[in-house]
């Protein structure tokens, strides 16, 4: 949903503008709030960080909307300003312009205009998003970035992004090659890379195609996360997808026969959200941690091969629609209590 600040002082607008988009609205599509100055539109967004857009008039009391402009440009980058003014001579247009806006339109409003104006700036803005976000998850990047680049990429806004931590609600699924390691005694260097990478393109069309991304690889492991609606349930699809892939693989034959076969721990609850590592080496990995983490990669170590194990919590989540066997109580490690743990089945 995108949400879109209206700076006007027009009192009628609020009542025209919930009318002509009442579907949008009615739909989720689009959520609007009203300031009826710049200072009031500065304060509101102060209070709601996630607006994406703001449709400014430019003749306003205690803040006009060129000052806004200007406010926005330092404070919020990411946001978009569409001015929506009677005042449509060159000079304001150009400094509008000048000071970021990223369209002009004259009132009296065509409405029309206004929806198109308006979808072509979501747009852009879910762009921008989606870059920040692919820029955001590129280790390659995070790794080795320096002040040059973070001045290239946006400057503090987008350095802060990069250091900024939060707390989530997601799933989290660790995904292990059993036994390759006796392949590495056994193989040449370049055929175990060249096997391992083969599993793991495998095993990331099916985790993308749930909409998960791959947070890192470990050895012979897969550390995946899910965010988003229905998180755990598209997890478990993912899961039960990589299974059956890695099963319907030939064999690899060399000096010996190598069957692979995975054993999975899925888990789902809070976590932190993060770049992690040493800022004085340039080396951050933006990853989660914390003990729902913990406690997938646990269930990952005690599951066989073949086996997609859960706890009980995630258990009572998904019941009505995986079909789920109950293993008993387990040990995992740095737990004092065994943990009651369930095997996906399909």
């Known amino acids: 949903m995108t949400k879109i600040l209206v700076a006007d002082d027009e009192a009628d607008l609020e009542s025209l503008i919930k009318q002509k988009f009442r579907q949008k609205i009615r739909e989720r599509k689009y959520e609007f709030l009203f300031a009826v100055n710049g200072k009031d539109a500065l304060d509101k967004i102060l209070n709601n960080p996630d607006v994406d857009i703001v449709l400014s008039d430019i003749n306003m009391p205690e803040m006009d909307g060129l000052t806004l402009l200007s406010k926005l440009n330092e404070l919020c980058p990411l946001v978009k300003s569409v001015i929506v003014s009677a005042y449509g001579d060159m000079e304001n ?28 700036t979501v747009k852009h803005v879910s762009q921008l998003h989606e870059t920040l976000k692919a820029i955001k998850e590129n280790n390659i990047l995070k790794m080795y970035v320096d002040e040059n680049v973070l001045s290239f990429m946006g400057g503090r806004e987008f350095e802060s992004s990069l250091m900024a931590n939060e707390s989530v609600n997601a799933t989290v699924v660790f995904i292990d090659i059993c036994s390759f390691t006796s392949i590495s005694e056994h193989a040449k260097a370049d055929e175990v890379v060249k096997l391992l990478n083969n599993y793991f393109d495998a095993m990331v069309k099916e985790i993308i195609a749930q909409s998960g991304y791959v947070d890192k690889f470990i050895g012979d492991a897969v550390m995946a996360v899910f965010r ?13 997808a990589v299974r059956n892939k890695i099963n319907s693989l030939a064999p690899h034959e060399s000096d010996f026969i190598f069957t692979p076969k995975v054993s999975i721990g899925i888990n789902s609850g809070e976590m932190i959200s993060g770049n992690i590592g040493s800022a004085n080496l340039r080396r951050l990995d933006y990853t989660v941690i914390g003990d729902t983490v913990n406690t997938a990669q646990r269930l990952q170590a005690a599951a066989k091969e073949n086996q997609i194990l859960i706890n009980e919590d995630c258990f009572e989540k998904v019941k009505e629609s995986f079909n789920c066997k109950k293993v008993g109580l387990v040990n995992l490690k740095n737990k004092a209590n065994p943990v009651t743990v369930y095997e996906v089945m399909d």
Request: charged share 30%; aromatic share 10%.
């Open 228 to 240: 988003g609606e229905f998180h755990l349930d598209r997890a478990i699809d993912a899961a039960l």
């Open 93 to 120: 247009i150009r400094t509008a312009m000048n000071r970021g806006a990223f369209d002009f339109i004259t009132k009296p409003v065509n409405f029309g205009d206004l929806e198109l104006t308006m979808e072509k």
